[in-house]
């Protein structure tokens, strides 16, 4: 592919943007364009997709406090076609197969002694021609799985460093026929030229297996950077009961003067950040936000 490389910010639009998320995005932002990359804002509507006006919002907080993108926000709910193609050319080179377990089969499935905790128990990998018919002759529809060689996988992260972490046959197709966020993301990820991902870390341990699943599909390894999250005084994920957490709420100048304070820049504005943009003094710690109580 001959695009320019590019870093980029990709919410779901299941919620307004707090000022953690909008952190977060700033930094996307500053590590793209101080390495010369083009910046993408991603819509992840596969899951959130009767929210259109959150995500209007969500880019409208965004313009405000000064961040720009090169092409249009793309909608993964436009691009259904292209994930499910990737997935039956998996199924095709035999590296999928039919799941049938609901949620409570395979938190109560036996697991061995030594599988990671929240790995897919391997319940469906090997049915038998005559098990699968059974069970789809239930009606339960099922999702397909990714078929994996591996239990582990190892990234480069700019923060992190190395960091090796599960791999199991994760879902990439749900019974609903929506495509799973762990594919989806890999493929955006390689069609628009994303060569360097930086986001929550709350992410982190997602990461290896979209990196494996990349390597699988021929795609080259993008640049990682999971940076710190925000959290509420009581150090859980900030949300939305902890009082002014949005742009809308705080204001998008009071809310960069608090992301600049919390990165320690004199700067406010996304320009003056960049000139000041080192990522090797990032801070490594969550960033714990007080906010302030509504009316
Ligand atoms: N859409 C995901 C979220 O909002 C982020 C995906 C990503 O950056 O890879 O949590």
Redesign the pocket.
């Known amino acids: 592919m001959s695009q320019s490389p590019a870093g980029r910010f990709?919410?779901?639009p299941s919620a307004d943007l707090h000022i953690g998320n909008v952190r977060t995005a700033v930094l996307a932002w500053l590590f793209a364009r101080s390495t010369g990359r083009r910046f993408l804002v991603r819509v992840?509507d596969l899951d959130d997709r009767t929210f259109a006006d959150v995500a209007q919002r969500q880019l409208a907080d965004l313009a405000a406090v000064g961040l720009t993108w090169d092409e249009p926000p793309q909608y993964q709910t436009a691009h259904e076609a292209r994930y499910l193609a990737v997935v039956d050319d998996l199924t095709e080179r035999g590296l999928t197969f039919e799941c049938f377990c609901s949620r409570k089969d395979i938190l109560q499935a036996p697991r061995a002694p030594h599988a990671p905790e929240g790995a897919y128990p391997g319940t469906c990998r090997d049915l038998s021609d005559d098990e699968r018919a059974r069970r789809r002759s239930e009606g339960r529809p099922p999702a397909i799985r990714l078929r994996s060689d591996t239990t582990e996988y190892t990234v480069t992260d700019l923060l992190h460093g190395t960091y090796t972490g599960v791999v199991d046959d994760f879902v990439l197709r749900r019974g609903d026929n929506v495509p799973a966020?762990n594919l989806a993301?890999v493929v955006d990820d390689a069609a628009q030229g994303v060569d360097q991902?930086v986001?929550g870390d709350d992410?982190l341990s997602s990461s290896p297996r979209q990196a494996y699943l990349a390597a699988l599909l021929g795609y080259s390894q993008p640049v990682y950077a999971h940076v710190p999250l925000v959290l509420n005084a009581d150090g859980k994920r900030l949300a939305k009961r902890d009082g002014a957490v949005t742009v809308s709420e705080i204001g998008a100048e009071s809310a960069m003067a608090q992301i600049a304070a919390s990165l320690g820049y004199r700067a406010t504005t996304v320009d003056g950040m960049l000139a000041e943009f080192d990522p090797a003094r990032l801070p490594r710690e969550p960033w714990i936000f007080h906010a302030s109580r509504r009316e």
């Open positions: 990709a919410p779901s992840e966020y993301v991902v986001r992410l």
